[in-house]
């Protein structure tokens, strides 16, 4: 049976390949990709060989590929990293060897290019994964559809997910444009965050024009009497000096972002400045002269007691190892749901890279300007 795959190259065209689900061989090499979608391939029962090299595709989700249950031998670029949002314990339950050492970056979250490769990571999500994947997938499905202007939706995990269920199953409708902006309008009478709302795209939408001054009234309102807590990090001279002459920067107090990114502004900002939940307190004054210019005086609060471990993903990786680190007070929306707070804060964490277990070289000198929706 004919098919055709398509792709995206380095110069954004879209262009096709003409092949068959029954092929036991694709050959896409030298192609100029940039972006190609693997769920196309999940119907290719008798797929062996899967060449996707001599390309420029810096990411690739190889989900999809679980269902091509005869592929024994897939090629790609060392520079193309292979990733799933499913962690090393479900892929290694599910997956062949070929895939597994494919993977390169497990519990990723970038953005699926297609309902169904989030339909190939949905049952696996659901069963076996934390809750917040499920959001991440749910606000996935909103970017596709073309909702993305919603922002962070919280709707709570059981609506997310039945939701969920109705695009993966019927696709967009008016019905659940409907939906998507009665639960917005809620959102907003209740004076809930509205993080990562686009205001104006709330003007191509009837009556909700008239809701922005509430959205902007209320985001200012959530940056009043917001905090920045401030860890001292537990370290010796010796280990300083050994940093040092590695040519290694050396701040012994850090700033916890957790608060702030669970703000719409803060959250518009760190995103930004490329920050994950954690930064060193010279790049938290680039944070700082950034919210000053917009209006926003954020206090610090110094931490007396010293922590042997820095960075929130971090403490809670080392504590299943029986190493414990004290944990911040900080203050949570309470109209933000847990899945949502974790989501956020694993987002943060996964977009920059890094957990910051040690300490990081020098930040650089340049300068942001940033408008705020």
């Given at each position: 049976?004919s098919?055709?795959?398509?792709?995206?190259?380095?110069?954004?065209?879209?262009?096709?390949?003409?092949?068959?689900?029954?092929?036991?061989?694709?050959?896409?090499?030298?192609?100029?990709?940039?972006?190609?979608d693997?769920?196309?391939?999940?119907?290719?029962?008798?797929?062996?060989e899967?060449?996707?090299?001599?390309?420029?595709?810096?990411?690739l989700?190889?989900?999809?590929?679980?269902?091509?249950?005869?592929?024994?031998?897939?090629?790609?670029?060392?520079?193309?990293?292979?990733?799933?949002?499913?962690?090393y314990?479900?892929m290694?339950?599910?997956?062949?060897?070929?895939?597994?050492?494919?993977?390169?970056?497990?519990?990723?979250?970038?953005?699926?290019?297609?309902?169904?490769?989030?339909?190939?990571?949905?049952?696996h999500?659901?069963?076996?994964?934390?809750?917040?994947?499920?959001?991440?997938?749910?606000?996935?499905s909103?970017?596709?559809?073309?909702?993305?202007?919603?922002?962070?939706?919280?709707?709570?995990?059981?609506?997310?997910?039945?939701?969920?269920?109705?695009?993966?199953?019927?696709?967009?409708?008016?019905?659940?444009?409907?939906?998507?902006?009665?639960?917005?309008?809620?959102?907003?009478?209740?004076?809930?965050?509205?993080?990562?709302?686009?205001i104006?795209?709330?003007?191509n939408?009837?009556?909700?024009?008239?809701?922005?001054?509430?959205?902007?009234?209320?985001?200012?309102?959530?940056?009043?009497?917001?905090?920045?807590?401030?860890?001292?990090?537990?370290?010796?001279?010796?280990?300083?000096?050994?940093?040092?002459?590695a040519g290694?920067?050396?701040?012994?107090?850090?700033?916890?972002?957790?608060?702030?990114?669970?703000?719409?502004?803060?959250y518009?900002?760190?995103?930004?400045?490329?920050?994950?939940?954690?930064?060193?307190?010279?790049?938290?004054?680039?944070?700082?002269?950034?919210?000053?210019?917009?209006?926003?005086?954020?206090?610090?609060?110094l931490?007396?007691?010293?922590?042997?471990?820095?960075?929130?993903?971090n403490?809670?990786?080392?504590?299943?190892?029986?190493?414990?680190?004290?944990?911040?007070?900080?203050?949570?929306?309470?109209?933000?749901?847990?899945?949502?707070?974790?989501?956020?804060?694993?987002?943060?964490?996964?977009?920059?890279?890094?957990?910051?277990?040690?300490?990081?070289?020098?930040?650089?000198?340049?300068?942001?300007?940033?408008?705020?929706?």
């Open positions: 049976m098919n055709v795959l398509k792709y995206i190259t380095s110069e954004g065209k879209l262009k096709e390949f003409e092949s068959s689900i029954n092929d036991t061989t694709i050959n896409l090499s030298n192609l100029n990709i940039q972006q190609f693997t769920s196309q391939l999940m119907a290719y029962n008798s797929l062996r899967l060449q996707l090299d001599e390309n420029k595709i810096e990411r989700d190889i989900t999809p590929l679980i269902s091509c249950k005869k592929l024994g031998t897939l090629i790609l670029d060392g520079e193309t990293d292979a990733e799933t949002i499913l962690s314990g479900t290694e339950d599910i997956a062949k060897e070929v895939i597994l050492d494919a993977v390169e970056t497990f519990d990723a979250l970038t953005y699926l290019p297609s309902l169904n490769s989030i339909t190939a990571s949905f049952d999500v659901r069963k076996q994964e934390p809750d917040w994947k499920m959001i991440h997938l749910f606000q996935n909103l970017r596709v559809i073309g909702c993305g202007w919603l922002g962070m939706l919280d709707i709570g995990l059981k609506k997310s997910t039945q939701i969920l269920k109705q695009i993966l199953k019927s696709g967009y409708s008016q019905d659940l444009q409907d939906t998507f902006l009665s639960y917005l309008i809620e959102v907003i009478d209740n004076k809930e965050p509205t993080i990562d709302l686009d104006e795209s709330m003007k939408y009837g009556d909700l024009v008239l809701l922005i001054d509430d959205v902007v009234e209320q985001r200012n309102a959530e940056m009043r009497n917001q905090f920045v807590p401030v860890l001292a990090f537990d370290i010796d001279k010796e280990s300083i000096a050994i940093l040092k002459s290694e920067s050396v701040d012994t107090h850090y700033a916890d972002l957790r608060m702030l990114l669970l703000t719409s502004y803060g518009e900002i760190l995103e930004s400045l490329a920050m994950g939940t954690t930064c060193e307190m010279r790049e938290f004054s680039k944070i700082q002269e950034v919210l000053t210019s917009l209006g926003y005086d954020i206090k610090t609060n931490d007396s007691r010293p922590y042997p471990i820095i960075g929130w993903k403490r809670k990786t080392m504590r299943k190892l029986g190493i414990e680190s004290p944990e911040p007070e900080i203050e949570l929306p309470k109209q933000l749901s847990n899945e949502m707070i974790e989501y956020i804060w694993q987002l943060a964490e996964f977009r920059t890279g890094t957990s910051r277990i040690v300490l990081s070289s020098s930040s650089s000198d340049s300068s942001f300007e940033i408008e705020l929706s």
